[in-house]
Every structure is written in structure tokens, then in C-alpha cells.
């Protein structure tokens, strides 16, 4: 008879073991006289003596756990598809030696608050320089500090000698503070006073799971995390098969997906939904809302552990947003929302007119944002232009180029059956083709890529609602009405309210007649950013300064020309050291034609090479793209389509997308 092994009881404990907040770091701070309530006020660092008492609660923590290391841990820019995890770090110990050369702990208050690095290594588009290398360290107190392995991993922001933003995290700051300053003007003008407005996001993270053995016959995927070459399988998502179907145990990839929850849970990170998606061999996880700068901190640790935990089962995680052509790409929605620091939400319309008793409030805040969204959509589509989105926006459920929003009614819905009840349906009939669809209590900003750190994109976003609150609250203390202001602004604004399907081929000429917002060039986009219009924006707001605007805008177009350039010299490499060698081996005609090619992709990459302006360089590099290298794929995936597959030397997108039913799979059982 056989006998089933039973699974031992479910548990939750253990969650947030290696995070020092809450319960935790009670723990460690009474010891000190304090509680974990020290921690839940940002100004303890400026507190005296304070970072002295946290810095011996961390390293009593640390120790218990193994840890005698600590990192400041920052966000340079320019990260997405080349930097694991997105992150930067110096890993320091926390003991020092006596003078006998016995080792001993140490970790105070001004090693815990402050680090400095060189600033001039990481990309920074002018602002630094071997000679002027000095990059400073100060602690995040609104994200907390946690524990991985050994090392403990301290939150900082990343700023020049002289104060310039040199990292992702420091503008998301500066945005926050002000929308929540200027959205708590607008309330108390509106007899609803609050202490502070926070910014609230949930970010649903899409990857793809293939089988690493294949993924090490694939150079593009190794180099440039897509697929620059690939013919169609005879079979992809046709059928939606894949989607939320069963998590197959026949594969690494339950216990894979299983692992990295477990040690997302362990640093604190409430990753609460698991699913597959779309494509083939394409999964999601989704957390539980949180504060903006925490939350981005989070993924940032989920993306990484993602990538590593995959490799522990014998698979290749997939981060950027249009990895394999044909099928969907990835993408990382963005839920927005504003709310209270008592926890109302701005853009729930039963919560804000309770709490506020003033039904004018959320139309109001509604009218804003709209005003916001058709005035900065250049800086929402800016915000969102990831090298890989250049193959993903307007198709494959990916929204359109064009920045308009979805606002849609509240309705009833009837199921047609009597035991089941009619049910209240938000403002959303998942509109997956817009860019912003508001969703009943929340703004989604469908758009972002799966690769990005979305600092910028909530950058933007806190910003250009900043601005929008700044101008209503203004014209309430110059005596108009509230919602006469919001009548007015819909009256100009609402032109970038679209309802419909945005995948309508017809749709972006007609926003474009209408005066919304359409870039369809994410290079094009980025030269936006020191734009008058948006360099008054940042600078009005305290965000981003000219000279940062400046240098940001450098950085990205230079991102966006170093990761074509990789995609360019590998492509040169499969058809040299693969595609060509196939096609001798199996008598093909197509080696003069992949010659010409190869001649043909190095004069283009001449061409990107001798360019003086950052501009022009990444102008050639999106044709290079979107035009060269795609009539040379189409040569390519020709030659495998007729190639035998014992002489076709990459891995086919056969192997490397259906773990399930692809013999090779149980290689990694």
C-alpha cells in the first residue's frame, strides 16, 4: 500500500525574524530603555543620542543572528537590466580589534547614520568625477534596516559633496515631502486637517522561469536578459492556457516560487499573491500595499532574491519587460494611491468623505490629478522609458505610448443566477489598455516595466500631484470655490479621460488630435526631461534641481545606447560563432546574406561611436534597434526554421519556454 507523506502544519512565525521593526526590535531596544515606537518616528536620527541606542540594538540583533557585517545599501541610477538587484552596497564588519589583536563587536551611532563611497563610478551624468569622486551615505529611517546572511543592510540615500541626488531614492523623497505638503494645505483649506499625507503602492512583479542549462546556450539572455534571436514554437500563449493555470509540480518552478516567499517573508517582504501569467514559463508575485519608499526598497530585495533563488533550482529567472518576442512581455504595475497618515485613503470616495465630511473633497483631489495626468503625461511616459519597453508598450497587454486615464462608473453586477448575490463593481472593468486606469481606490500605472526601479516613476508621479494641489489650494485662498475649480479643471483637462479599448488601432492618432500626450520613442521621451516646462516643475517642487534634470537626462539616454550597444556586439557574436556555423554544417544559403549583416551592424555601432551628443548617440542606437538588428533577426530565425535542430547550436524557444512538456525539463528535477 502506499503511504503519502504528510506536510507538517502551516505557520506564520518566522515573519519578519531578519527586519528590525515592530516586535523585533522591541526586543532588542528595551534592553536600552527604548521601544519599537523610536523607530516609527523618521526624526529619530536627529534625535541626540538616539542612533548611539539603535546602533547597539542592531548589532546585539545581529549577532544573535549570525550577522558581523553591516552595509549602507543605495540605488544607483541607470541599474535596470544590468545591475543585480539594483543595488549598491560596501560590506564592512562590525568589530574592531584590541591592542592585543583580539577581536571585539563595535557598531555605533555614526557608523549606523552616515557612509561615504565614490561617487564618480557609478553613473551620474557629469555631476561627479575621479577628482571630485565624493558619494555620502545617510540612513533611510522610513525604510527598515534588515538582515540577509551575515550582513546587515541599512537603507541609505546617495547624494554628491554638493548635494546633488546621485542615486534613485533621494528625488522620491523630495516629491513625497512636498505632495504631502501640498496636499495637506489643500485638505485644511477644505476644513479637513491632517497631520501628513504618505504615498501608498502595491507592485505586481512579472518574470519569466526557464531552464538555466538552456539558458547558458543562449548569449543574448546571458548578456542582454532578451532574446535577439529566436524563431516561433509551433505552439505559445494562442490558447491562455498558461494563464493561472496550476503551478505544475512536475518542475523546479513551485518550489522555486515557494522559496523565494519564504525568504521574502523572513526580511519582512509580504509577498501575498503567486500566480502564472500570460506566456509560457511567465509568473507574478504581488505584495500587500505599503509606503512608497519602503515598498520600492522591497522590490528592489524581491527582484534579487528572485534571480538567486532560481538559480538554486536549476532555472534562470527573466527580469526584463520583452525577453522573447511573440508572446507577452513583463511588466511591474504600478498601484498608486495618496492617503493620510492615519491611514485614509484620498482616492476612496466613502473613506475621504467620512472621514473629511465634506463631499467636495474627492472630486476635488479627482479633478487635480486629471489636470496633472494631461499637463506631465511627457513625464509619465518619461518616467516609464526602460530600455525594454521599447518592444512592449501597445501590445501584449502592455498600454499604448499614449498617456491618457481610465476613470469608467460605479455599477451593479447581476450574475443572472438567484443564489448568488449582485455584487457592487469599482470604477474598472480592467481596462488593461490603458496606461493609468484609476481602479476605485487607486491609480494603476500599467505601463512600467518589469526591469525598472520605479523611484522615478512615483517621482513623477508625487511630483506632478504636487504641483496640482499647490495650484488648487492657491485658487481656493484667492477666493473660488472648491468645486467650481474642479469644474474648471475638468472643463480643460478632460480630454485625457479615455474609456475605451486603447489597443483601437485608430485610438492614437485620434489622442494625438485631442492633445494628449503620445511618445511613442522612449528616446524621445527621455530628452523631455530638461524640457523649461519640466525643469520649472522639479525645480518649483524641490525635487530635481536643472543640473540634475540635466544629468538624469544623460544618464538614461546613455543607458539606453550602452544596453543597445551589448544587444548590437552580441547579436554579431550568435551569428558568428552560431548562426553561421549551422548553416555551413547544414548546407544553408544564407551565409553571404549573414555577412553582410554582421558589416552591416558594425557600421551602425561606428556610426553610434563617433556621435558627440549623448542625444544623437541614443537616436542611432533605437534604429540600430528597431530597425537593423530586426531585418537581421528576421535572417536569423529564417536559417533556424530550416536548420536541422541537431545541428542548431542555441537553445530554441521550444526548450526555453514550456518547462512543463519539454523533455529537456526534467534535467532539472
Not at 525577453?323 to 485613503?345: A, L, M, Q, R
Request: aromatic share 8%; with cysteine.
Amino acid at each position: 500500500m502506499m503511504s503519502v507523506s504528510s506536510s507538517p502544519p502551516a505557520s506564520i512565525e518566522g515573519f519578519g525574524d531578519h527586519c528590525f521593526k515592530g516586535a523585533v526590535a522591541k526586543k532588542y531596544l528595551s534592553k536600552y530603555g527604548e521601544s519599537e515606537k523610536l523607530l516609527e518616528d523618521p526624526t529619530w536620527p536627529r534625535r541626540p543620542g538616539k542612533a548611539d541606542i539603535v546602533a547597539k540594538a542592531v548589532l546585539d540583533w545581529a549577532v544573535d543572528n549570525g550577522a558581523s557585517v553591516f552595509c549602507h545599501w543605495f540605488q544607483p541610477m541607470a541599474s535596470s537590466g544590468v545591475r543585480h538587484g539594483l543595488s549598491a552596497q560596501v560590506h564592512q564588519t562590525m568589530f574592531e580589534f584590541d591592542k592585543d589583536g583580539k577581536p571585539f563587536f563595535k557598531f555605533e551611532g555614526e557608523q549606523l547614520l552616515q557612509g561615504e563611497t565614490d561617487g564618480s563610478s557609478y553613473p551620474n551624468g557629469g555631476m561627479r568625477a575621479t577628482h571630485t569622486a565624493g558619494g555620502y551615505l545617510s540612513i533611510d529611517p522610513l525604510s527598515p534596516i534588515f538582515l540577509r546572511e551575515d550582513t546587515i543592510f541599512i537603507p541609505a540615500a546617495f547624494v554628491s559633496y554638493n548635494g546633488d541626488a546621485l542615486d534613485e531614492k533621494t528625488p522620491l523623497h523630495r516629491a513625497t515631502q512636498k505632495m504631502s505638503k501640498e496636499g495637506t494645505r489643500l485638505l485644511k483649506l477644505m476644513g479637513y486637517d491632517v497631520d501628513g499625507l504618505i504615498n501608498n503602492i502595491g507592485l505586481e512583479q512579472e518574470i519569466f522561469l526557464v531552464p538555466r542549462h538552456a539558458f547558458y546556450r543562449r548569449p543574448d539572455l546571458q548578456f542582454t536578459g532578451r532574446t535577439i534571436t529566436g524563431k516561433q514554437p509551433a505552439r505559445g500563449q494562442e490558447m491562455s492556457d498558461h494563464y493561472m493555470a496550476p503551478i505544475s509540480r512536475a518542475t523546479t518552478a513551485f518550489d522555486c516560487m515557494r522559496q523565494i516567499q519564504s525568504e521574502c517573508f523572513k526580511i519582512g517582504i509580504p509577498l501575498k499573491t503567486r500566480h502564472r501569467e500570460v506566456a509560457p514559463n511567465q509568473y507574478e508575485f504581488a505584495p500587500l500595499f505599503g509606503n512608497v519608499i519602503s515598498q520600492t526598497d522591497q522590490n528592489l530585495m524581491v527582484m534579487q532574491i528572485i534571480e538567486e533563488v532560481a538559480s538554486e533550482n536549476g532555472l534562470a529567472a527573466l527580469l526584463q519587460e520583452k525577453p522573447f518576442s511573440g508572446i507577452n512581455g513583463s511588466g511591474k504595475h504600478n498601484n498608486w494611491s495618496i492617503g493620510t497618515v492615519d491611514g485614509v485613503n484620498l482616492l476612496n470616495p466613502k473613506q475621504i468623505n467620512t472621514a473629511s465630511k465634506n463631499d467636495a473633497v474627492f472630486p476635488v483631489i479627482m479633478a487635480a490629478l486629471v489636470s496633472a495626468i494631461d499637463k506631465h503625461g511627457d513625464l509619465m511616459r518619461l518616467s516609464i522609458a526602460s530600455p525594454g519597453n521599447d518592444f512592449r508598450l501597445g501590445a501584449m497587454e502592455a498600454p499604448p505610448a499614449v498617456m491618457s486615464t481610465y476613470l469608467g462608473d460605479d455599477t451593479k453586477l447581476a450574475f443572472g443566477a438567484e443564489v448568488i448575490s449582485d455584487i457592487e463593481v469599482p470604477s474598472e472593468d480592467r481596462n488593461r489598455t490603458s496606461p493609468f486606469p484609476y481602479g476605485g481606490s487607486r491609480f494603476e500605472f500599467r505601463a512600467a516595466g518589469s526591469s525598472q526601479n520605479v523611484s522615478l516613476v512615483n517621482t513623477v508621479l508625487n511630483t506632478i500631484a504636487a504641483e496640482a494641489f499647490s495650484i488648487v489650494a492657491d485658487r481656493i485662498e484667492s477666493g473660488e470655490e472648491p468645486l467650481k475649480i474642479a469644474q474648471d479643471l475638468l472643463k480643460q483637462h478632460s480630454k485625457v479621460i479615455f474609456n475605451g479599448d486603447g489597443y483601437d488601432p485608430e485610438w492614437p492618432e485620434k489622442a494625438v488630435e485631442k492633445g494628449i500626450w503620445r511618445i511613442d520613442s522612449g528616446v524621445e521621451a527621455i530628452k523631455k526631461l530638461t524640457d523649461a516646462k519640466n525643469t520649472d516643475l522639479f525645480q518649483k517642487m524641490g525635487v530635481l534641481t536643472p543640473r540634475e534634470c540635466e544629468a538624469r537626462r544623460t544618464v538614461l539616454l546613455e543607458h539606453y545606447t550602452a544596453t543597445v550597444e551589448m544587444e548590437a556586439l552580441t547579436l554579431i557574436d550568435i551569428i558568428n560563432q552560431h548562426v553561421i556555423p549551422s548553416c555551413k554544417k547544414a548546407e544553408l544559403n544564407f551565409v553571404k546574406q549573414l555577412e553582410d549583416s554582421v558589416k552591416s551592424l558594425k557600421r551602425s555601432l561606428h556610426e553610434i561611436h563617433i556621435s558627440s551628443e549623448a542625444s544623437d548617440a541614443a537616436a542611432l542606437a533605437r534604429i540600430l534597434r528597431l530597425d537593423t538588428m530586426i531585418k537581421v533577426r528576421e535572417v536569423c530565425d529564417e536559417a533556424e526554421s530550416l536548420c536541422p535542430p541537431s545541428l542548431w547550436s542555441l537553445a530554441t524557444y521550444s526548450e526555453l519556454l514550456f518547462l512543463d512538456t519539454y523533455p529537456e525539463g526534467d534535467l532539472l528535477l
